[in-house]
């Protein structure tokens, strides 16, 4: 099946009523026939449901379709995005381990790496994105887990996967890549090497900004098994209500990516000519430093991985001096009436936000000057709102007048 077909008909095991849309099992446990039928699931000898912390059929019909969009064996979603990246460094990492991760990362997930994974013994190594030369030199013989997004939030850089995960691999080490900002609607990293995919389910796996999720996607084993061993046990699980949202929100998942990406694309081009902007992040411009990277792009190279730009843009406002440039930017973000001010993305509804601030805040002003995050970036996740009207809404902001 293609991936729009497996997006709508895939994980669902119709049950004896007979339904048609997935049923919610908003249930605790699950009753056995017996205590030996208690045990053997229990044990493992038995497949089956035993307590929703673990095993419950709408997460699982979630986790099932997940992984037949990525092409994975396994899935295991979590209560979070945050949470299956704990969950999969809990399962794959011991202390004494290192994992090497892009410099450009979520604010929350360096947070993690340098503040609590620490505490345990799991050091983290950074490299800028896109050098794959560096990530070689960088790797030691306690590296472990490579970790990259691409792109990368908010400034859409990106890493050619293939070459990367060799690298990986010739050292002995995994590679994760977080694709919440594509989905598998336009890359699947496992096809180009990956070996463990995250998701923050959140943002446009939803696609409605409705509840919260994770998860990640591998193999039986390392997934499958020990990932899933994390869950079992600490509990970082899913609830059946929003796995079943999640499901109802994978059904439009391609035909809102190609409508994210095409709006953003009209807006990056309409903002990178706009005199009140110094500088326009997005994949689908000709001057992206990866745009060689897109399937579709004029440049494509046999690296290509990328189907369009996607929906998350940033850029930088123009500002008369940088002691200013925070004002700017949060001048263009106020004068917005439309626009939701938030820090989430991949909703229906355009949001803006400004990085340094929010996502980016807790790292210090060191660490944000190294990933590129300055006081004048601006993020926007396109919606599906007319274009226009995006524009219009923008354009109160980005108006002529001093910054």
């Not at 503040?115 to 050091?123: P, Q, S």
């Amino acid at each position: 099946m293609k991936l729009a077909t497996r997006a709508i008909r895939t994980g669902h095991q119709r049950t004896a009523e007979g339904e048609h849309c997935e049923p919610i099992f908003a249930t605790s446990s699950f009753v056995f026939e017996s205590a030996a039928e208690a045990a053997a699931r229990f044990s493992g000898e038995q497949p089956g449901n035993i307590y929703s912390r673990f095993t419950n059929p709408t997460v699982r019909a979630f986790e099932q379709r997940l992984a037949a969009l990525e092409g994975g064996e396994s899935c295991v979603a979590t209560a979070s995005g945050m949470a299956a990246i704990l969950a999969t460094c809990m399962g794959l990492l011991q202390a004494g381990d290192r994992i090497l991760a892009a410099r450009s990362l979520f604010g929350s997930t360096t947070m993690l790496f340098d503040k609590y994974l620490a505490r345990f013994g799991i050091a983290t190594d950074y490299v800028p994105l896109s050098d794959l030369d560096a990530w070689a030199a960088a790797i030691r013989p306690e590296t472990k887990l490579l970790f990259a997004e691409t792109p990368s939030n908010p400034l859409t850089e990106m890493v050619a996967i293939r070459p990367l995960s060799e690298i990986a691999h010739a050292q002995g080490c995994l590679l994760a890549i977080d694709n919440c900002f594509c989905t598998p609607a336009l890359q699947r990293p496992l096809e180009h090497g990956a070996d463990l995919v995250i998701h923050s389910a959140t943002k446009y796996l939803d696609g409605q900004g409705r509840c919260v999720g994770g998860a990640v996607v591998g193999d039986a084993k390392r997934v499958g098994e020990e990932v899933f061993g994390v869950v079992r046990t600490a509990g970082p699980s899913l609830s059946p209500f929003n796995a079943w949202l999640f499901l109802k929100g994978l059904e439009t998942l391609s035909l809102r990516m190609q409508a994210h990406a095409a709006s953003a694309m009209l807006l990056a081009q309409w903002l990178d000519e706009h005199p009140a902007v110094a500088r326009v992040y997005y994949p689908g411009l000709p001057d992206h430093p990866q745009h060689h990277l897109l399937a579709n792009g004029p440049s494509a190279g046999p690296e290509a991985q990328q189907q369009t730009g996607g929906g998350i843009i940033a850029f930088e406002v123009a500002s008369t001096h940088p002691s200013r440039a925070r004002e700017a930017a949060w001048s263009v973000i106020d004068a917005t009436q439309m626009l939701s001010i938030t820090a989430n993305l991949g909703d229906t509804k355009t949001t803006i936000t400004h990085p340094a601030t929010t996502t980016h805040g807790r790292l210090s002003p060191e660490a944000r000057a190294a990933a590129g995050i300055s006081e004048g970036l601006i993020r926007i996740a396109v919606g599906l709102e007319d274009v226009a009207d995006i524009q219009a809404d923008l354009a109160r902001g980005l108006a002529p007048g001093p910054r």
